[in-house]
């Protein structure tokens, strides 16, 4: 009866983990207007694969964060979707930066 005890409370305690991660199943959490808009122009140049705005991105990304306009965290976010663009996923890259626009909507 014991094992059947401890089954339980693992599988609740599992099932509660699952539940308590996946509100709503977001990768990115709320993110500051800079942090969107940027998101905005990043979409734009994934769905062009423009390699050239790419770059230029970059940097108005790090000036961005000079200027504490966006967190390091929402950076790094941003950085992790150029680099997929970088690798020539374009279309994963598009997706993420639609994502972290859609992920704030009704927030």
Known sequence: ??????WLLVTGLLAYLVFAWM???????DVSLGTYEHAQALYSI???RDSERLKTFVDSLDKARARNEITERERKWL???VATAESGDWEAAAANAGRMMREQVGR
């Open 23 to 29: 509100p709503g199943c977001h990768k990115y959490g």
């Open 1 to 6: 009866m014991q094992n059947h005890g401890q």
């Open 79 to 81: 950085l992790d979707i």
């Open 46 to 48: 994934c769905n062009r």
